[in-house]
């Protein structure tokens, strides 16, 4: 069992960044791919970023085209956080935004195991 915790939401005017955290409980943190995942009202949930880990080959990234080059994702695997920086937040970025791990990586939300309980974020213009 995985629990998710996340933080960092808030209001920001466009042009501006936040940084999500996630903070996952239980010993094999390592083992799940973490993904982002948002979702704006009367809308469906859509993929944001994910980020797997391995000792061989280090961080595997993905990003959904819409933040590709203004977010971020990583991981502290000591502190079991994943973090997402928004830069250049877009009133288009405003959505509730949820944490997620799972065995593999893919952008699908079906398959991810875990959930937190959602941040909001808003971008004014």
């Known amino acids: 069992q995985v629990q998710l915790v996340e933080s960092g939401g808030g209001l920001v005017q466009a042009g501006g960044s936040l940084r999500l955290s996630c903070a996952a409980s239980?010993?094999?943190?390592?083992?799940?791919?973490m993904a982002w995942f948002r979702q704006a009202p009367g809308k469906e949930r859509t993929f944001v970023a994910a980020i797997t880990w391995s000792a061989w080959s280090g961080s595997s990234t993905d990003y959904a085209d819409s933040v590709k080059g203004r977010f971020t994702i990583s991981r502290d695997n000591a502190k079991n956080t994943v973090y997402l920086q928004m830069n250049n937040l877009k009133p288009e970025d405003t959505a509730v935004y949820y944490c997620?791990?799972?065995?593999?990586?893919?952008?699908?939300?079906?398959?991810?195991?875990?959930w937190g309980q959602g941040t909001q974020v808003t971008v004014s213009s």
């Open positions: 239980g010993r094999t943190f390592t083992s799940y791919c």
């Open positions: 997620a791990a799972g065995p593999q990586h893919t952008v699908v939300p079906a398959a991810y195991l875990y």
